[in-house]
Nanobody
Framework: QVQVVESGGGLVQPGGSLRLSCTAS????????LGWSHESPEKPRELIAT???????NLRDSVKGRFTISRDSAKNTVYLQMNSLKPEDTGVYYC???????????????WGQGIQVTVSS
């Protein structure tokens, strides 16, 4: 079993910053591509940022130049630094971890429970 836990959400004013963290624990052989998704009442869940195990990143156009994704593989953790936040960034952020279980050749995706971010004055 793998547990995925997000932290760092909350209420922030427009233009402010937040850093989300997500840590995986449990039966982890290797971590592959990690990512963050965003969901709101106006938008279905969409992947907004990914980072591979070699450090290559990909960001959705709506967050490019404002958000940065990074990882600390030694800590099984992925981060999302969010700057210049806008009201439309409000929603629930979900972390996705690509995990290769010990002794397995099949990658599996594990999702966190989601964390609320509210951008409002």
């Amino acid at each position: 079993q793998v547990q995925v836990v997000e932290s760092g959400g909350g209420l922030v004013q427009p233009g402010g910053s937040l850093r989300l963290s997500c840590t995986a624990s449990g039966a982890i052989g290797s971590l592959g591509t990690l990512g963050w998704s965003h969901e709101s009442p106006e938008k279905p869940r969409e992947l907004i940022a990914t980072i591979t195990n070699t450090g290559n990143t990909n960001l959705r156009d709506s967050v490019k130049g404002r958000f940065t994704i990074s990882r600390d593989s030694a800590k099984n953790t992925v981060y999302l630094q969010m700057n210049s936040l806008k009201p439309e960034d409000t929603g629930v952020y979900y972390c996705k971890m690509g995990v290769l279980p010990p002794g397995s050749v099949t990658w599996r995706d594990y999702w966190g429970q989601g964390i609320q971010v509210t951008v409002s004055s």
